[in-house]
């Protein structure tokens, strides 16, 4: 059946939809977390080359389907199919992306919750409710489960709505502010004792590192996250975009947005990493490895903001809103996934279909939230580093495979007149047939 579909208003519109969508809590609690764990600059750099070189190649596969099909992953990969095995393929391919992303919503409400959390604690601090104030920060059983289900009250809320009056005017304000928050933290942490050992920690690369598979997964899967890729949200996204827009410098903007704060976040969190350390906060253990795993940035931060006395109160409660908003920018993309997918194939009205989602996913999330050490981890793990990678190669090989070649060709051209001049023009079509899918698998095989 058919429904009247939203879109987004402007170029802009869609620019900061999905970079509302990319960034969030994947650049500054992903991001440096990983980047701590895995060795430092190493890290960053394989990061750095996989993001550009893979992830943004299959980001422009995944919003060319979305663009031609104008509908959520499986229905449009459906309309490039010509064969029962191909549409077959088609539905394994987008019900696996969709499924992937209400894997993450459900452990990504929780840490957004965290953040939501440490947003209030200062306001508490001030009006010196300081029990209050230390529940808050605390990992409990209660303050975890409160949490999660405002976020996911305030993403269903969004959701309900529709995507192009949520997206957009969330997304407007927060980047440059988010931007600018994080430039003067890192000069400020610049000005600490200890910090610099932690810019050399990040910025200098041990080459011999790079190979290293666990590194290697790692930073796939962060850079497939931080993308929102293999969830079937960037074809939805491309299918609200309009015909006549540029794709292929959208989704370089998109991707260079993404990737710059995640950059930034770990200029940020690392040296400060180190000043934490200087300062007598137990961030290394004696063997150098890390002593607190998804809490890092909830150590770090903390501690940078109570350095600096008042001010900090009001500069961690700015910090940790912003933080929540971009979170939730990044949700709603999430839970539309699934919501799109439901509402066009079976006509459910859209309230409906995102609170019944919603809930689904939260029933997911409570119980992570009561067997958060093992379940997390493993959650995380499995969506991020395995579902993601897979099935963005599975669209690439969709892409390069199945969907016909003068058909690609035609969507690119789009919008986009003297494409056929360009470098992506000649490249992009075999490299994304060939090189893409090639490369991932090498990365999964390199680590098994
Ligand atoms: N890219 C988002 C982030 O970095 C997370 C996300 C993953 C969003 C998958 C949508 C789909 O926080």
Redesign the pocket.
């Known amino acids: 059946m058919s429904v009247s579909r939203g879109g987004f208003s402007s170029r802009m519109g869609f620019i900061l939809a999905a970079a509302g969508?990319?960034?969030?809590?994947?650049?500054?609690?992903?991001?440096p977390t990983q980047t701590a764990s895995n060795g430092g600059a190493a890290f960053v750099l394989v990061y750095l080359v996989l993001a550009f070189c893979l992830a943004y190649p299959a980001f422009m596969a995944e919003l060319l389907i979305g663009r031609y099909g104008q509908a959520n992953a499986v229905t449009s990969m459906q309309k490039m199919s010509h064969k029962l095995w191909q549409k077959r393929f088609a539905f394994l391919v987008g019900f696996g992306g969709i499924i992937?992303?209400a894997l993450?919503?459900s452990f990504?409400g929780i840490i957004a919750g965290w953040m939501m959390s440490y947003a209030i604690e200062p306001i508490m601090s001030l009006m010196g409710m300081t029990d209050a104030a230390n529940w808050l920060v605390t990992q409990s059983l209660a303050r975890n489960f409160i949490f999660t289900a405002l976020f996911m009250l305030l993403t269903i809320f969004i959701i309900r709505r529709g995507v192009e009056q949520g997206i957009e005017k969330w997304s407007k304000r927060l980047m440059p502010m988010l931007i600018g928050l994080l430039i003067l933290l890192i000069i400020y942490v610049f000005t600490l004792d200890g910090s610099r050992e932690g810019f050399a920690a990040y910025l200098n690369p041990d080459i011999s590192r790079v190979f290293e598979p666990d590194l290697l997964i790692s930073a796939l899967g962060q850079a497939?996250?931080?993308?929102?890729?293999?969830?079937s949200?960037?074809v939805i996204y491309g299918s609200y975009i309009s015909k006549k827009e540029n794709l292929v410098s959208l989704g370089a903007q998109v991707t260079l947005i993404?990737v710059s704060i995640?950059f930034l976040a770990g200029l940020l969190i690392i040296p400060a990493m180190y000043v934490a350390q200087a300062q007598g906060v137990a961030i290394f253990a004696e063997d150098g490895s890390l002593i607190s795993g998804s809490n890092l940035v909830f150590t770090v931060l903390p501690s940078l903001f109570s350095g600096m006395g008042m001010v900090g109160l009001f500069v961690a409660f700015g910090f940790f809103v912003l933080m929540s908003i971009?979170?939730l920018t990044?949700?709603i993309?999430?839970l539309e996934?699934p919501v799109s997918f439901i509402v066009e194939r079976k006509g459910l009205p859209r309230e409906k279909a995102t609170t019944y989602i919603g809930i689904g996913i939260f029933c997911l999330s409570t119980l992570i939230v009561f067997n958060i050490s093992f379940m997390l981890d493993f959650i995380a793990i499995l969506a991020?580093q395995y579902g993601?990678p897979i099935i963005a190669m599975l669209c690439c090989v969709f892409v390069g495979w199945i969907w016909q070649r003068s058909e690609v060709l035609a969507e690119i051209k789009q919008g986009h007149d003297t494409v056929e001049h360009s470098f992506f023009w000649k490249v992009w079509p075999w490299y994304t047939k060939f090189i893409c899918p090639s490369a991932i698998a090498l990365v999964f095989w390199h680590s098994l």
């Not at 969508?21 to 991001?31: D, E, K, Q, R, T």
């Not at 497939?224 to 969830?231: C, K, P, V």
């Open positions: 969508s990319a960034v969030g809590l994947g650049n500054i609690w992903g991001f992937c992303a993450i919503l990504y497939f996250f931080s993308l929102s890729l293999g969830t949200v960037m993404d995640a971009a979170a990044s949700s993309s999430m996934a991020t993601q």
